[in-house]
Each structure stands twice: as C-alpha cells, then as structure tokens.
C-alpha cells in the first residue's frame, strides 16, 4: 500500500511541477540535412547518430554538417615502475556547418577528463568507454546550443 501511494504521490507532483526534459521539446529551429563523417570511425558514428535525433524536420534553417571527430588518451604521469598511474582522454570535434545561404562556419568542441590508471586493464578499458560517451555528450549539448545559434 505504501509503495502505490508514493509512486502516485510521485507521479501528481513531476506532472504537476512543470518539469519538462531540456531537449524533449523538439523546439529547435534548425533541421540537419546531412551529415558528413570525415572517416568511418565509431566515435564520428556515435557522434552523428547524437545530432540526428536533435534535427526538427520542420525547421527553417537547414544545415549541412561535416563532422571530423578524434580521441587522444595521453599519459599524464607514472609510477615507480614505470607504469602509467594516470591517464587523460580529450575528445576533438571539428564541426563544419553549411547554412541554405551557403555560409560555412566552423568550430572546434573539446573536451577533456583526467582519470587513474586501473591494474585490471578489462574494468579499465570499460571505464573509457564510460568516460568516451560522458565528453560525446557534453560536446553535443555545447553542438547544439552552437546550432541553434547559427
């Protein structure tokens, strides 16, 4: 009984507080008409597919995207041994838009994350992919803040 009254009290309060998710709303002004990978890798793929879903077919501005995206893991720092103890991922993306009025602009999205080095090197590579899709994400909202501003 407890638990239908909290999950009805919860549900009255989200639909009655106003809450609506940031980029649900579909209230962008721009419709993406292409998008061009510079290469076939993963990162330009998850990246593409991201932006994808942000495109409003009913949009008045239609933009043409040359995306060219790139992942560099650095060492910051080693252990006695001469192992890596410390590691920093950045993500590049390039992002070349073309307007209806065929003016180009281009920007440059970085992203970085500093991280420990982790002796099981299966949780370590899984925690990369972790860290890969939080920077993928904080570029596309910085992207599409960008977009709907050109």
């Known amino acids: 009984m407890k638990k239908i009254i909290t999950v009805l009290l919860t549900f009255l309060f989200l639909t009655n507080c106003g809450y609506t998710p940031i980029y649900s709303a579909k209230n962008f002004d ?19 597919k ?9 949009g008045e501005k239609i933009i043409l995207l040359r995306v060219d995206a790139k992942k560099k893991i650095n060492t910051l720092s ?6 890596p103890s410390r590691y920093e991922m950045i993500i590049n993306i390039q992002l070349d838009a073309e307007n209806d009025q065929k003016q180009k ?13 982790n002796a099981n090197k299966f949780e370590l590579k899984q925690y990369e992919k972790e860290i890969e899709d939080l920077l993928i994400n904080k570029n596309i909202d910085r992207i599409i803040i960008y977009l709907s501003k050109v």
């Open 30 to 48: 721009f419709r993406l008409n292409e998008i061009i990978l510079a290469n076939n890798s993963k990162l330009n793929s998850k990246i593409a």
């Open 50 to 58: 991201r932006l994808r879903v942000f495109s409003n077919q009913g």
């Open 78 to 83: 080693k252990n006695s041994k001469g192992d």
């Open 105 to 117: 602009n281009t920007h440059l999205f970085q992203e970085r994350f500093n991280y420990n080095a």
